[in-house]
């Protein structure tokens, strides 16, 4: 009892002001509003924008990328309120439905895709490395930001929000890749994502393991 | 919370003191064993102190405290049960000999200098676990206070450290 007593008076002596954080959907929306200009700027100087449009005629692609786009915003917004410690873990299911829809939309263009072209290499490893090459420096700024609340059950925010960096990328893909997808090209880009997801928890768990904080 | 958050020392530990039954009600209900809640409810004081900048003023502080409460408390759970699944204490396991005299010349690899070329030679983390608990003697809550780290990384940074110098001076 009386070391408790002895770290509270310690803890006392050395307490300096603190700045508080800034509520959790205003951080969310700072860091989507930068991270949207800079993939907008890229966009608009790389990609190219008439055969996108011409791409877009598809009414599959509009729900998968509206599937894509809304997990990336839901899963970032819910990594930051997940952060803290007194807010419901019920946040983890904010993304779930539109994750659900890109799935589905993924997932039936898979299908579909199969009986039309079979086992076409196509772009895949490009793919992949797009989304990964993406994926890095936004996760690592979003960590960065995450890490400032200092998360009680980090390998947890780090997933949603690896989640959240995936889904954006997967999204920006679709503008530099403007022809027809292959089933394997689907296939990776989901499975490109599944990796951001567990490289993004993988080193926290890692951090944590290593006695980081 | 608030005027702590400014940097009022006193209202600070005027609010731990008395959030301390408390936390320790919540620990106890988490923690099955006694002699671990103590260690349970300072790494608690010890999470709120460095995560005090996310408490926001305008919603109620005692769900924000509980939930950083319940979270160590379950931690700790977890690590004995990990703990006691992979480990068995025994102390007479770091006896080579029954008469403490032989161990003498088992101990002495671990010569000053020796040990402190060793300790040297750490990593940072590790180093830093060592000087706190072992050459300063610190307990983990003031080893934690001082470093800013938390006390299951103290215990897995100064285990691993022993480890080491283990290895580095007896070539097990």
Known sequence: ????????????????????????????????????????????LFSDLHLFMARVQNERLVWEMTGMLLTGILAVVTAFYLSLPDRSPLWALLPLPPLALWLATTGYSCYSHWFTDGWVPGSSWDCLKFIIGVSVPLAGSLLYLLHRA???????????????VAAIAAFTLQFFHPFDVTFLDLGTQVAASALVVLATAGYERLALARGVR | MAAAQDGDRRAYETLLRQTLPYIRTVVRGLNATPDRVEEVVQEVLLTVHRVRHTYDPARPFRPWLAAIARRRAIDALRRRRRTETHEIFDEAAYETFADPEANRHQERPASAAGLSAAVADLPAQQREAVRLLKLRGLSLAEASAESGTSIAALKVNVHRAIKTLRKRLTGD
């Open chain 1, 150 to 164: 200092a998360p009680l059950a980090p390998v947890r925010v780090a997933a949603v929000g690896g989640l959240g």
């Open chain 1, 1 to 44: 009892m009386a070391d408790a007593e002895r770290l509270i008076e310690m803890l006392a002596a050395e307490a300096r002001p603190v700045r508080r954080l800034r509520p959790p959907g205003l951080r969310a929306a700072l860091w989507l509003g930068a991270a949207g200009a800079a993939i907008a700027l890229a966009i608009a």
